[in-house]
């Protein structure tokens, strides 16, 4: 029996009973746990320490980046690398594999991540988050190699996200189970909160940019609007503008998310904003393990082989019902 307040530390360890996570896995989480402690400290404060604004930068996605991605970047990469866990990491604010120290090549484990996500919504003190994934490697010895970073999201050994939000939180999920974790900022632990999260069969939430429906295919925009019509079983939008905090509150009170494809350019491959590797696998994962669905327009999302480490994919993800309504309304489409 899982026990409320466990810590992080005692639950990687099994001390409440579920099975212990492997040492190297542990490992890469603890590290994750106290880079997550500190940027929770500094996001707190951020308007009297500085870290609000942009920088002049722009990132490999042609974004401007925020002054917090960056702190939160280099204070993530610099504790992957100094506490040796990792043999190679990949980041949403770095065009490229970043290397792992020298001791870090022994390590067996690869790590993605978004340093914060919900960049526009920094400065305005909206809730933020760290999304992360861990596999293992595939090559042998040495420093990580690309093939070690394009495995599909199945591969995952463990995924989740910090969210930055009324409380501190940690999501994650390695073997099967999704647990939840709150920050005790006193004691500088994360303690168990919410074990064994299921998300309802069904949800009365909606979630998507609805300034974008223009952009849409034709079966998503019926399937939005039969949402919204009056004899639908009145779900409700809410949209924050980050995805780690929309996709939390959908998790625990059910729901769909929708992040689809802009078609306007026909010929062009429909796709979408969000990145598959360090946003939709881990949240993906997540979402299987606690009884949903996760796809692009027609296919799973974990089954996806990614081109590259940013890989932009459409994302339709939340209860089982609801996303098996979205893609029945897609197939009486296609079949009409
Ligand atoms: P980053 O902030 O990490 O770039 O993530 C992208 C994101 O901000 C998601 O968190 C969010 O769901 C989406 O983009 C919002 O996009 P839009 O402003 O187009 O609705």
Known sequence: MQLIGESLRGHLLGVGGNKPADAGIAAVLQELARAACVISRDVNRAGL?????????????????????????????????????????????SENIISPSAAGEKSDYIVYFDPLDG??????????????????????????????????????????????????MLVFTAVDSVNGFTLDSSAGEFRLSHPNIRTPERGRIYSCNESNSG??????????????????????????????ADFHRNLLKGGIFLYPADVREPGKPASGKLRLMYECNPMALLQEHAGGLAVDVEHDILDIVPVGIHHRVP???????????????RREHRAA
């Open 49 to 93: 320490v500085g870290i609000l604004g942009r920088t002049d930068q722009h990132n490999v996605h042609g974004e401007t980046v925020q002054k917090l991605d960056v702190y939160a970047n280099e204070l993530l990469v610099d504790g992957l690398r100094k506490s040796a866990v990792v043999c190679g990491i990949a980041s949403e604010e």
């Open 119 to 168: 960049s526009s919504n920094i400065d305005v003190n909206v809730s933020i988050g760290t999304i992360f994934a861990i596999y293992r490697r595939r090559s042998t010895k040495g420093a990580a190699t690309l093939e070690d970073f394009l495995q599909t999201g199945r591969d995952q050994v463990a995924a989740g996200y910090f969210l930055y939000g009324t409380s501190t």
């Open 215 to 244: 952009t849409w295919d034709t079966p998503t925009q019926e399937y939005v609007a039969a949402l919204k019509s009056t004899s639908s079983r009145a779900y409700t939008s809410r949209y924050v503008g980050s995805f780690v």
């Open 315 to 329: 994302l339709v993800i939340g209860s089982r019902i609801d996303v098996g309504e979205y893609l029945a309304r």
